[in-house]
Antibody, heavy 119, light 107 residues
Framework: EVQLQQSGPELVKPGASVKMSCKAS????????MHWVKQKPGQGLEWIGY????????KYNEKFKGKATLTSDKSSSTAYMELSSLTSEDSAVYYC????????????WGQGTLVTVSA | DIQMTQSSSSFSVSLGDRVTITCKAS??????LAWYQQKPGNAPRLLIS???SLETGVPSRFSGSGSGKDYTLSITSLQTEDVATYYC?????????FGAGTKLELK
């Protein structure tokens, strides 16, 4: 069974950075692209980008370049996203989502990590 | 970027209704269209991929149709557990983009 276990909620101060994790199990980690998606409270879904854990190749939404950095660790089957220079606009739930086999479609989703930016 | 437009932000529905939600892309997305269901406090759940393919475990009362720029999600005989927000998403090109969502609410 595919499982994506995301790290717990974060309360961070404006201007700081935060790094969250997404631990994968139930499949071969390096065989599937991992997406990250943002959802602000009460709002819709916004694609941040993806990482290919096989070669650490990344693709970002232009809007999140300089804001988000995607990395992965093959040894622990874990994907990471770091958000920098946080503002209140970054307060949101962030989801990781594994792509479908051989494609881009986000098919399996983690439970989300809530990030709250507040002084 | 490809813009995805869902025709309604919310629908007032009754149990047993047939519900149709529409989604329009700003350009042809060649059936690379997915539908997700999201309930409060939960992650989105993939219902349909490739515009028409039902994911494993999704009830057959859900169906998808469409081509080119225009796509539809249909729910026959709405059940209580179907009350949720539904998003369309194109995965023809990056950035992947979502519709704004259609929330189903019981009358």
């Amino acid at each position: 069974e595919v499982q994506l276990q995301q790290s717990g909620p974060e309360l961070v101060k404006p201007g700081a950075s935060v790094k969250m994790s997404c631990k994968a199990s139930g499949y071969t980690f390096t065989s599937y692209v991992m997406h990250w998606v943002k959802q602000k409270p009460g709002q819709g879904l916004e694609w941040i980008g993806y990482i290919n854990p096989y070669n650490d190749g990344t693709k970002y939404n232009e809007k999140f370049k300089g804001k988000a950095t995607l990395t992965s660790d093959k040894s622990s089957s874990t994907a990471y996203m770091e958000l920098s220079s946080l503002t209140s606009e970054d307060s949101a739930v962030y989801y990781c989502a594994r792509a479908e086999l051989g494609g881009w479609l986000p098919a399996y989703w983690g439970q989300g990590t809530l990030v709250t930016v507040s002084a | 970027d490809i813009q995805m437009t869902q025709s309604s932000s919310s629908f007032s529905v009754s149990l047993g209704d047939r519900v149709t939600i529409t989604c329009k892309a700003s350009e042809d997305i060649y059936n690379r269209l997915a539908w997700y269901q999201q309930k409060p406090g939960n992650a989105p759940r993939l219902l349909i991929s490739g515009a028409t393919s039902l994911e494993t475990g999704v009830p057959s009362r859900f169906s998808g149709s469409g081509s080119g720029k225009d796509y539809t999600l249909s729910i026959t005989s709405l059940q209580t557990e179907d009350v949720a927000t539904y998003y369309c998403q194109q995965y023809w090109s990056t950035p992947l983009t979502f519709g704004a969502g259609t929330k189903l609410e019981l009358k």
